[in-house]
Structures are given as structure tokens and as C-alpha cells.
């Protein structure tokens, strides 16, 4: 009997089959946020965003995009702000359905009244499922997430099917530069996992989102005119003006204007510059006050200002909202909020400032003499000699028990390194850092950036102060110090944070540990909501509900692996080695007991709060 041999198929081993590759919705997102150079996602992962973190970690392995796991959504949102503001590129968060999706939102709400680009992603339970009572369901007819954030972006969407995904992605992101605040795109889990054809994108971003520098040329001729006549103008400067600044300061110096800054435009110059007459409004200086309130002023130019209540002088009709006003913006939503103003000059404004300064030199303005000297002439002995007025300077000198916060501010910017970014919480954190917080940065002109042939522009994303003046949420700059760190990785990084906002948000400074990231942060312990008690001292208010208790910040830091001190006298705080701490791979947190009986500059905060 003669066997049968069946024939043999012939079977190609693993090492020589080519194995297919599938790429999902989450490959896709990713692609595209490598076209743009983004590095980081901020998120928390969960059952329904698994693909995305799936994708994450195919990128982590190549070397791209890689995951940063924040403690709550909302120091995610945060997060994604600060490395946003500090590189200049798309901030990136994403959360899980459901409660993840609702604690993205205050962070989400920040970035939009801080007009900061940011993609925020976030999942749904499958299709099949909605309306079916699923686990953590946000959908039309559930928990509607998507409805709940149309009112904090630009852009938002839920994605119904695959072939979708990609339009309105690239619209999300187009929409996020374009109207400078978030956009949102809400991804079911089915199409999220669905397969795509392939995740190289069909759409190049970079060149969609490289406009033209352009300008409002006949705008531009009637300022130049107004500019050639003004006999004392004084400059505006605001959060808008980061590529900016030292063209502006230029312009400034060419016509004799004096500057003053708006609180988040605080930290674009530097504070030693001899036209600089401190911040006006929330905070500010009394020299800014009357340089803007000045009866000679008779042209005030604002740059780059949104013009909200902190930004505007709480409205100043007196000062600036008035007929002398000249509003420069490349955001036509802030030229909105000034009707009054006797012009708007829209567009770049980089470019604008480039060609009112070849202007007013064919017109015979020339620099003044700030462009030959050097800045140390502008310091004696480490004391900087500031232009403008500090109230209750005497406090700054005061180095008695308990910690005076007028010195502290005055000491930090002589302790840390000129480069160093600092990032100020909400409450008396804000008031305290805006008057007396002066980054060390000796900066004129910046010739050694025109040297290098980019004509006076500054380096100046972000800032050296930051804070979220806007939407003001406690524990905002906890976050962001880990974004400005991812950010700036060659940067020293110090958050000031009050109490009440660590026992809010204290659990992110574990991210900073798990990243490596030599962030200092500083926590004003007075064991109250300072803010709240000194402004319902101040406005007459029943004094009620501001006590906290009292917080060993520094053992919280050491249980969570963090080096921590325990400042309680200015001795104490003198001792440390500031230069080896930035140099660390870690955080520092310092538990600074400062004095509560100190009255924080929030008077005009005060003054207007009663007059509503």
C-alpha cells in the first residue's frame, strides 16, 4: 500500500514574512502632532482612551511623542498650558470619558481666556453603546461633555465615524492657532481603534498654519503720523506682544514714549529698562498710574492686550479707554473691547513694529543713548536700581521674623539665576509677585539676538513671569511649572503658590518628581485663603471661611520623595545653596512661613469690587 503524501504548502518562517502593520485613529493623532513637533501628551489614560495611550507608546519606543501622566485632569490641562506658552507649539491634553472628560475643563476654560493654542482629546464609550446607560457615558444623551465644552473652545466636535477623524482634527488644530485658545475633538473608543489605510498625514499643517506677516497698510500710515507728532506717548504692552517686545521697547525709545505693562505683559522687558514705569492696574505702581494719567500724555499706544478687567485698568476711561488710545493687535477679537480707541492697526506685530522703525529712522528719530551702555550700569551691588516705583519699598529691606513677603520677592530674583522663569499662582501670590517680583534680567535691547541677524526680536515665549491673570484658577501654576520645565529644560523653574492652592493642587509637584524635573516650587504659608481674608478686611466684609489649617508642606514634600525645607526665618532661607538646587534632577519644594499680618497690593482689586 502505497501512503499518500499530501503536497507541501511552503511555509515561510517569522524571521522572512513581512508582518503586516495596522495603523488605528490613535496613530493618526500622533503623526500628525510629530508634523507639528510636539513631544509631549498631557493626560490621565482610562478604558475608553487606551488606543490613543496605545499609540503613545508605539511613539515612546521610536523616540517621538511620549506620554506625561498628571495627577488630575484639570494639572493636566495646566500642563499642557505652560509647555504651550513656553514653546510656542500646540499644548496637547487628553483625559478618559466621563469624569476625566469634566475635570479637564477648568483647565481647558484657563487657556481659553488666556487665549493659549491647546488640543484637547477626549474619548466617548463606542458608538453601539450611547444612550444605553454605559459605564462613565458622555454622550448626547448622557453626561454631554462635548456640549459642556463648547463654551470654553474655539472648536468642538465629536467624531462619528473614521473617516472623519482626520478633517476635523486638522480643523481642531488649525482653529487652536488660528483663534489662539482650545480647540476639542470628542473620539468614540470604535473609531478610535478602527483601522486606518495609513497614518502618515494626508495634510501638511506646518505649511497651512505658516501665514504671511502682514499689516493694515493705510492703519500703519496714520500711525506713523500720529507717532511723529505725539509729544509724550506712552506704550501699553500686553500679553500679546512675546515676539515683539524689544521691537516695541525700540519704537518706544525712538519717539521718547515711556512703557509701562499690563500683569500678564509683566516679564516680556526687563524691569531695569529706562523707560519702564512698572504695571498698571491689579498690583501695579503708582509711577505707572501717573505716566499712563499723565495730562501731557496725548498718544497712548496698547500692543498685544486683550483689555479685560486686569489688563485694562478695571476699565480706566481716564487713562486708556479714551480717545487718545492707538490698539495694535493681531487678534481682531481683542480690538473689540475698544470702540473708543481713535485707531486700530491690525496685523503681525513683529512686522508692524519692523516697519514703524525703518519709518521714524527716514524721519530722523534715532535710538537714544540706553543702546551704547552696558546693563550693569543699571545695578550697584546686586540692588537693582528699578525705573519705576515700589510701594512700601522699606519692606523690601526688611528682613525681620515673621518672613516680611516684600523681601522675599526682592531676595528671590538676586538668588536664583537670570534665566530662571518664575510662574505665580492665583490669590496673594499674583498680588505680591507683580509688585515686587523683578526677574533679574539685564536685557536693553537685545544685541545679542540682533547680532545674530533676527533684528531685534526677543526670545521671550512665555515670558519671565507668568501667571493666569484671567480665568485666575487656584493651583494653575503648579501645573504649568511642569509644562515650563518639559518646556524649557535649560531654565531654572519656580512656582510661588499659596497654601490653600498646594492643598488643591500639591499632587502634581509628584509629576515633577517622576520626570526629573528641577522645579522649585515655593509655597507662601500663612495657613489661610489669603486673599480672601485680607480683601474681606479690607472691603468691610464678615470674616469668615478663609482659616486653613496649619501645613507642614515641607513633610508632604518628603513623603511624596521630594526634598524639602522649612523656611522660617530670611537666615534660613540665605543658608540654602539656590545654585546647586536648580541643578538638581528633582524638585524642591520650600514651606516659606511668611508674615499674615503683611497687607497684599490689592487695593484697586478692592476698590472695584465695591463699585459693582
Known amino acids: 500500500m502505497v501512503a499518500q503524501v499530501r503536497p507541501l504548502h511552503r511555509v515561510q518562517s517569522?524571521?522572512?514574512t513581512p508582518?503586516?502593520?495596522?495603523?488605528?485613529?490613535?496613530?493618526?493623532?500622533?503623526?500628525?502632532?510629530?508634523?507639528?513637533?510636539?513631544?509631549?501628551?498631557f493626560g490621565i489614560p482610562g478604558g475608553a482612551i487606551e488606543p490613543l495611550y496605545n499609540a503613545l507608546a508605539r511613539s515612546q519606543r521610536?523616540?517621538?511623542?511620549?506620554?506625561?501622566?498628571?495627577?488630575?485632569?484639570?494639572?493636566?490641562?495646566?500642563?499642557?498650558?505652560?509647555?504651550?506658552?513656553?514653546?510656542?507649539r500646540l499644548g496637547v491634553c487628553c483625559s478618559t470619558t466621563g469624569p476625566g472628560a469634566t475635570n479637564l475643563i477648568t483647565g481647558v476654560a484657563s487657556a481659553f481666556e488666556n487665549q493659549i493654542p491647546m488640543l484637547v482629546i477626549t474619548p466617548q464609550t463606542p458608538l453601539s453603546h450611547f444612550g444605553r446607560k454605559a459605564f462613565q457615558e458622555s454622550s448626547d444623551t448622557a453626561i454631554n461633555t462635548v456640549g459642556m465644552f463648547q463654551h470654553c473652545t474655539h472648536y468642538n466636535t465629536l467624531v462619528s465615524h473614521i473617516d472623519q477623524l482626520e478633517h476635523k482634527l486638522t480643523s481642531a488644530i488649525m482653529t487652536a492657532f488660528n483663534n489662539s485658545g482650545p480647540a476639542h475633538v470628542s473620539v468614540p473608543l470604535d473609531v478610535m481603534r478602527a483601522a486606518v489605510a495609513s497614518a502618515a498625514p494626508t495634510y501638511n499643517l506646518t505649511t497651512l498654519l505658516s501665514r504671511p506677516s502682514w499689516k493694515d497698510e493705510s492703519a500703519l500710515d496714520a500711525f506713523m503720523e500720529l507717532l511723529l507728532t505725539a509729544r509724550k506717548p506712552v506704550f501699553v504692552l500686553g500679553s500679546g506682544c512675546q515676539d515683539a517686545a524689544g521691537l516695541i521697547l525700540r519704537a518706544a525709545m525712538m519717539v521718547g514714549g515711556k512703557v509701562v505693562t499690563t500683569p500678564d505683559g509683566k516679564g516680556l522687558i526687563s524691569p531695569f529698562h529706562p523707560t519702564y514705569q512698572g504695571v498698571v492696574s491689579f498690583a501695579g505702581h503708582p509711577s505707572a498710574e501717573r505716566t499712563l494719567r499723565d495730562p501731557e500724555a496725548d498718544l497712548v499706544v496698547t500692543v498685544g492686550n486683550l483689555l479685560s478687567e486686569w489688563s485694562s485698568n478695571n476699565w480706566d476711561r481716564e487713562g486708556l479707554l479714551n480717545s487718545q488710545l492707538v490698539h495694535v493687535d493681531s487678534n481682531e477679537g481683542n480690538l473689540t473691547r475698544s470702540p473708543m480707541a481713535r485707531l486700530h492697526v491690525r496685523g503681525s506685530i513683529d512686522t508692524i513694529f519692523e516697519s514703524v522703525i525703518v519709518e521714524l529712522g527716514k524721519g530722523g528719530r534715532h535710538l537714544g543713548s540706553i543702546e551704547r551702555q552696558d546693563a550693569e550700569e543699571h545695578l550697584?551691588?546686586?540692588?537693582?536700581?528699578?525705573?519705576?516705583?515700589?510701594?512700601?519699598?522699606?519692606?523690601?529691606?526688611?528682613a525681620s521674623c515673621p518672613i516680611k513677603p516684600q523681601w522675599l520677592m526682592t531676595k528671590l530674583t538676586q538668588l536664583f539665576p537670570p534665566s530662571t522663569r518664575y510662574l505665580?499662582?492665583?490669590g496673594n501670590s499674583f498680588a505680591w509677585c507683580t509688585h515686587y517680583l523683578h526677574p533679574f534680567d539685564r536685557r536693553m535691547l537685545d544685541r545679542r539676538h540682533r547680532e545674530r541677524g533676527d533684528r531685534g526680536r526677543r526670545s521671550t515665549c512665555g515670558g519671565l513671569f507668568q501667571a493666569g491673570f484671567e480665568f485666575a484658577p487656584m493651583g494653575w501654576a503648579i501645573g504649568n511649572a511642569v509644562g515650563t520645565a518639559l518646556a524649557r529644560p535649560g531654565d531654572p523653574v519656580v512656582c510661588i503658590t499659596g497654601d490653600g492652592s498646594m492643598l488643591m493642587s500639591g499632587q502634581e509637584i509628584t509629576v515633577a518628581q517622576q520626570l526629573g524635573l528641577p522645579v522649585v516650587f515655593i509655597v507662601l504659608n500663612d495657613s489661610r485663603l489669603g486673599m480672601v481674608a485680607h480683601g474681606q478686611r479690607l472691603g468691610g466684609g464678615e470674616e469668615i471661611g478663609a482659616e486653613l489649617p496649619t501645613v507642614d508642606f515641607r513633610r508632604m514634600a518628603e513623603a511624596m520623595g521630594i526634598r524639602g525645607y522649612l523656611i522660617q526665618t530670611p537666615q534660613d532661607l540665605m543658608n540654602l545653596n539656590i545654585p546647586a538646587i536648580c541643578l538638581q534632577k528633582s524638585p524642591t519644594l520650600l514651606d516659606i512661613r511668611i508674615d499674615p499680618a503683611e497687607i497684599p497690593p490689592i487695593g484697586r482689586r478692592i476698590q472695584a469690587l465695591q463699585s459693582m
Open 380 to 398: 550697584t551691588n546686586g540692588q537693582s536700581l528699578l525705573p519705576f516705583e515700589v510701594t512700601d519699598f522699606e519692606k523690601c529691606l526688611d
Open 62 to 88: 521610536r523616540g517621538s511623542v511620549r506620554a506625561v501622566v498628571a495627577r488630575h485632569e484639570t494639572g493636566a490641562a495646566f500642563m499642557a498650558e505652560g509647555y504651550a506658552r513656553n514653546t510656542g
Open 14 to 16: 517569522p524571521e522572512t
Open 424 to 426: 505665580a499662582d492665583a
Open 19 to 41: 508582518r503586516p502593520q495596522v495603523f488605528e485613529g490613535g496613530d493618526l493623532i500622533i503623526s500628525y502632532l510629530e508634523q507639528l513637533g510636539v513631544d509631549h501628551v
